[in-house]
């Protein structure tokens, strides 16, 4: 295999392992933007199964890469009334994650491996400038820092860590039409820190892996069928997020959109159950989405 696709390879395939294909940093999900009375605590469990393939290069397929991800992720915030009144609110909040990832790649046999472990560490809070329960309207914005402390091994190709940091500041907009229908909004940035012990073409783990800033915008639709359930879609676009290796062009931003079904089971007044299917549906280069299934258990108490 000539060296550039072998080196665009590994870079997404590192990508990939650490987190999901090429999407927005910061999932949030339908009902994420409403803030909590002071003192409580949001709890969610998510587990998922991404399946992707490619590599894809100015949206032509070249080498055939397909693998899979299992996600489980634990996340908790905690909500704080600030201001006369309580009329703002900040959620300081940590997420944790455990991935497996497996890649298989016919055409390339340095490439083929699984990987397992504990993720990057994500640390970040949210603040809510405007809280109109009545009306229930909610507008966030949200800064999250992961800090390079998941599995990562500079000689090999497929890891769970990415070995950087990585800063994600986004904004949430939730408005309600009508009685039955709402509407998420989430315009996201996202800066990298450098990969520096990163494996390379030479496979020694010394070169240097830096990425552009990329961008996000989503947008979810959601229908309350009743009280208990809810349908949502959701269609997200992402921009930006180049990559160079040793200051030299890798891999061309992925410029890909994706679109989601999913549905809101209210268990109780403090639970729900969140199913998601997911896949991308453009793409220019990188890693395809083919197949995204997420569930999702939250609390508050």
């Given at each position: 295999?000539?060296?550039?696709?072998?080196?665009?390879?590994?870079a997404?395939l590192?990508?990939?392992?650490?987190?999901?294909?090429l999407?927005?940093?910061?999932?949030?999900?339908?009902?994420?933007?409403i803030?909590?009375?002071?003192?409580?605590?949001?709890?969610?469990?998510?587990?998922?199964?991404?399946?992707?393939?490619?590599?894809w290069?100015?949206?032509?397929?070249?080498?055939r890469?397909?693998?899979?991800?299992?996600?489980?992720v634990?996340?908790a915030?905690?909500?704080?009334?600030?201001g006369?009144?309580?009329?703002?609110?900040?959620?300081?909040l940590?997420?944790?994650?455990?991935?497996?990832?497996?890649?298989?790649?016919?055409?390339?046999?340095?490439?083929?491996?699984?990987?397992?472990?504990?993720?990057?560490?994500?640390?970040?809070?949210?603040f809510?400038?405007?809280?109109?329960?009545?009306?229930?309207?909610y507008v966030?914005?949200?800064?999250i820092?992961?800090?390079?402390?998941?599995a990562?091994?500079?000689t090999?190709?497929?890891?769970?860590?990415?070995?950087?940091?990585?800063?994600?500041?986004?904004?949430?907009w939730m408005?309600?039409?009508?009685s039955?229908w709402?509407?998420?909004?989430?315009?996201?940035?996202a800066?990298?820190?450098?990969?520096?012990?990163y494996?390379?073409?030479n496979?020694?783990?010394?070169?240097?892996?830096?990425?552009?800033?990329?961008?996000?915008?989503?947008?979810?639709?959601?229908?309350?069928?009743?009280?208990?359930?809810?349908?949502?879609?959701?269609a997200?676009?992402?921009?930006?997020?180049?990559?160079?290796?040793?200051?030299?062009?890798?891999t061309?931003?992925?410029?890909?959109?994706?679109?989601?079904?999913?549905?809101?089971i209210?268990s109780?007044?403090k639970?729900?159950?969140q199913?998601?299917?997911?896949?991308?549906v453009?793409?220019?280069?990188?890693f395809?989405?083919?197949?995204?299934?997420?569930?999702?258990?939250?609390?508050?108490?």
């Amino acid at each position: 295999m000539p060296r550039p696709i072998l080196r665009r390879l590994c870079a997404f395939l590192l990508a990939s392992a650490a987190g999901p294909v090429l999407a927005a940093q910061n999932d949030q999900q339908p009902t994420d933007f409403i803030s909590l009375p002071n003192g409580t605590a949001n709890v969610a469990l998510y587990a998922a199964r991404q399946s992707f393939d490619g590599l894809w290069n100015n949206g032509i397929k070249t080498p055939r890469v397909e693998g899979s991800t299992n996600l489980t992720v634990l996340r908790a915030n905690w909500h704080f009334s600030l201001g006369e009144e309580g009329k703002y609110t900040i959620a300081p909040l940590v997420a944790l994650s455990a991935i497996e990832t497996n890649a298989n790649a016919p055409s390339a046999p340095l490439l083929r491996g699984t990987a397992s472990g504990v993720g990057d560490l994500r640390l970040g809070t949210a603040f809510w400038f405007h809280s109109d329960h009545v009306n229930r309207e909610y507008v966030m914005a949200t800064l999250i820092v992961s800090l390079p402390t998941g599995a990562y091994t500079p000689t090999q190709s497929v890891n769970i860590g990415e070995n950087r940091t990585k800063t994600v500041l986004s904004l949430g907009w939730m408005q309600p039409l009508g009685s039955r229908w709402v509407l998420d909004l989430v315009p996201e940035v996202a800066f990298f820190g450098d990969n520096k012990e990163y494996i390379g073409i030479n496979r020694l783990g010394n070169s240097r892996l830096s990425q552009d800033m990329a961008y996000a915008m989503s947008g979810t639709l959601r229908y309350k069928a009743t009280q208990a359930i809810h349908w949502y879609g959701t269609a997200q676009v992402n921009r930006g997020g180049a990559t160079q290796l040793n200051g030299a062009a890798l891999t061309g931003a992925p410029d890909n959109t994706r679109l989601a079904l999913g549905a809101l089971i209210f268990s109780s007044d403090k639970s729900q159950i969140q199913l998601r299917y997911a896949r991308d549906v453009q793409i220019e280069n990188g890693f395809r989405n083919t197949g995204e299934i997420l569930l999702r258990w939250s609390t508050v108490f």
